[in-house]
């Protein structure tokens, strides 16, 4: 069994920051692949920035130069730093994990901003 938690997430105002944290447990400890997606109201989830061993690192480009995704010192821990957010990152935001062909999902942390 593995369980990944988000947290971190919340409401805040145009051009504040939040960090996301996910923390992987359960059979797997290290996952070669870490990243977040987020769905936002009526649309489709996307990947929003992924980490992957040994490749740089992915981010959507409507990120870019703003998130920042990075992994703990376990590799079953991954953040997402969030500066200069905007009322179109309203999202709810969900951890994805990697191992072999499997997939592990988070039930994900709302990101709200809004003036």
């Known amino acids: 069994q593995v369980q990944l938690v988000e ?10 920051s939040l960090r996301l944290s996910c923390v992987g447990s359960g059979t797997i400890f290290s996952f070669p692949t870490m990243g977040w997606y987020r769905q936002a109201p009526g649309k489709q ?4 920035a992924q980490i992957t061993d040994g490749s740089p690192a ?3 480009d409507s990120v870019k130069g703003r998130f920042t995704i990075s992994r703990g010192s ?8 969030m500066n200069s ?4 990152d309203t999202a709810d ?9 499997s997939d592990y ?3 994900g942390t709302r990101v709200t901003v809004s003036s």
């Open 85 to 88: 957010l905007k009322p179109e």
């Open 7 to 16: 947290s971190g997430g919340g409401l805040v105002q145009p051009g504040e």
């Open 45 to 48: 989830r996307e990947l929003v």
């Open 58 to 60: 992915y981010y959507v």
């Open 105 to 107: 999902w988070g039930r």
């Open 93 to 101: 935001y969900y951890c994805n994990a990697g191992y072999k062909i």
């Open 74 to 81: 376990t590799k079953n821990t991954v953040y997402l730093q």
